[in-house]
């Protein structure tokens, strides 16, 4: 069954410090996303990735870096946390061109920096 | 950047009536529009999707509507229960890029 599991799923950080969430999936998809989602805004595309050693930037990327090691997973880190940061996070695979399949995403890591 | 108007951000219904929502795009190169269901707490889940070469797809309850000219699609939920109370999201791919921008959601209210 698709699956894409996030770690953590809460997490408390302070502010100024490095934050690292992470995401795996183990139906070989190739496309990856991390969107926050935040009341009145919807979610936004943070960085996305079309393959191990992909990173692309979406709307929102600035404060965030990205990294995918490999097909299976998919790093968001936050090196300077900033309580703006504060946020859901939600990170999905597959999409457009993956089959025709959307993306499918992941439970969220709720995000609040202190 | 590419946006995703959604319309409305609230819709109450009666139980048994119909609900509808409203979303527009701007990019007229854009050819995959999936919606998804978000309940509290949880993540948003694939209900429907249509491309281009469509105009009209119906999964049960569910209808979506595209009309690729004037850059609109809404979806149409037809006998609305309790159940189908919860934030749904439409969303749009702009050109082929592989990603997806999504509205800004619209809360749907069933009333018993």
């Known amino acids: 069954e698709a699956a894409v599991t996030q770690s953590p799923r809460n997490k408390v950080a302070v502010t100024g410090g490095k934050v690292t969430l992470s995401c795996n999936q183990t139906n070989n998809h190739n496309n990856m996303y991390w969107y926050r989602q935040d009341t009145g805004h919807g979610l936004r595309l943070i960085h996305y990735s079309y393959g191990a050693g992909s990173t692309e930037k979406g709307d929102i990327p600035d404060g965030y870096k990205a990294s995918r090691p490999s097909q299976e997973n998919f790093s968001l880190i936050l090196e300077l946390a900033t309580p703006s940061q504060t946020s859901v996070y939600f990170c999905a695979s597959g999409g457009p061109g993956q089959g025709n399949q959307a993306p499918l995403f992941g439970e969220g890591t709720r995000l609040s920096v202190l | 950047g590419e946006q995703v108007e959604q319309l409305p951000s609230i819709l109450r219904v009666q139980e048994g009536s119909s609900a509808s929502i409203n979303c527009s795009y701007e990019?007229?190169?854009?050819?995959?529009f999936p919606w998804y269901k978000q309940e509290p707490g949880e993540n948003p889940k694939l209900i429907i999707d249509?491309?281009?070469?469509?105009e009209r797809k119906q999964i049960q309850e569910l209808i979506v509507l595209l009309d690729k000219k004037a850059k609109r699609f809404s979806l149409h939920i037809t006998d609305t229960q309790p159940g189908d109370s919860a934030m749904y999201f439409c969303?749009?791919?702009?050109?082929?890029?592989?990603?997806?921008?999504f509205g800004l959601g619209t809360t749907l209210q069933v009333q018993p």
């Open positions: 969303a749009a791919e702009p050109g082929n890029t592989g990603k997806l921008i």
């Open positions: 990019d007229s190169a854009s050819n995959y």
């Open positions: 249509i491309r281009s070469n469509m």
